[in-house]
């Protein structure tokens, strides 16, 4: 890492964080493996903070997905800083579990980023294998502004949560463009960074992100084309069968270098092969496909 002198303050360089890409909080199991159990999540969050392993607050990360310490960080020696493993957790949809188990995080001073659906704010989807009995509201206006108060920060994930890739130009700027309005005017606040539904992105999709006013893009991993950096975003996707250990090891070795970060990312691969061919029968809007 290197440093930079200015007004006697010994300032360390942006670095990188792993980001964390949650979905569901459920006490109950449900069709798609991107949830964990309340238990589950502060088990997580316990054992990253017991290891050193340092959570980031939105205000940290850059534009550009890099991380820019606070000055009021810098108690740190610089060599602690390279030392400690950074994340930042994010959840995609914007359910209404995250509200309701938000003390689970409030109490270890963990915030994040929650990437909301335009059109879905205090409604259910319809994207969900349907489950007798149950419907999954998304958060209400007044639970994503009670979340920004909390210091979280929201993100678009499209405007209907469809397939960004399979749309023809004008429904992705319906998505984009309008999403991102939309969303900022119901909720007042910037909205800055977009996740992709199901992590889907191409060249064309991360054009038309930059030309909606968005900075930066996340990914679930995959990525065709040439994207640039900031519109492809990698994240580590967290499944229910993910122990404490396997968080600390996405965390502490995002590169994948060691016998447990290489199977971490087998075991992601294969989870995300099955969500990509599972996203492949969901629902898609009628209007605004590719020809
Ligand atoms: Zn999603």
């Not at 998304?138 to 108060?149: F, I, K, M, N």
């Not at 965390?251 to 492949?280: C, I, M, N, Y």
Request: hydrophobic share 40%; aromatic share 8%.
């Amino acid at each position: 890492m290197t440093t930079t002198q200015s007004n006697s303050v010994q300032r360390p360089a942006p670095v990188s964080a792993t980001v964390l890409a949650y979905h569901r909080i459920s006490e109950r199991p449900l069709p798609a493996g991107t949830w964990v159990t309340p238990d589950q999540l502060a088990s997580h969050l316990d054992r990253l903070l017991a290891v050193g392993c340092r959570p980031l607050a939105p205000f940290d990360l850059s534009a550009t997905g890099c991380v820019e310490i606070p000055d009021a960080a810098i108690s740190l020696s610089v060599e602690g800083l390279a030392a400690v493993p950074a994340f930042l957790i994010t959840f995609d949809d914007g359910t209404e579990d995250l509200y309701r188990y938000r003390a689970v995080l409030a109490a270890r001073g963990v915030t994040g980023v929650v990437f909301v659906p335009a059109d879905l704010i205090g409604r259910c989807n319809r994207w969900e294998w349907p489950v007798p009995g149950r419907k999954t509201h998304h958060l209400t206006a007044d639970q994503l502004g009670s979340l920004v108060q909390q210091g979280w920060e929201v993100g678009l994930h499209g405007r209907t949560h469809c397939d960004l890739t399979r749309l023809a130009d004008a429904g992705l700027r319906a998505e984009l463009t309008d999403g991102r309005r939309r969303l900022a005017d119901d909720l007042g606040v910037p909205v800055r960074w977009l996740s992709y539904p199901y992590g889907r992105v191409d060249e064309r999709v991360a054009a038309a992100a930059l030309d909606a006013g968005l900075t930066a893009g996340f990914t679930l991993g995959t990525v065709v084309g040439n994207v640039p950096a900031p519109m492809a975003r990698p994240r580590r996707p967290v499944y229910c069968i993910d122990t404490s250990a396997d968080l600390v090891a996405k965390v502490s070795d995002p590169a994948g270098a060691t016998l447990a970060g290489r199977w971490q990312f087998w075991k992601e691969g294969a989870s995300h092969a099955v969500g990509r061919w599972s996203g492949g029968w969901k629902r898609q809007p009628a209007v605004g496909k590719r020809s």
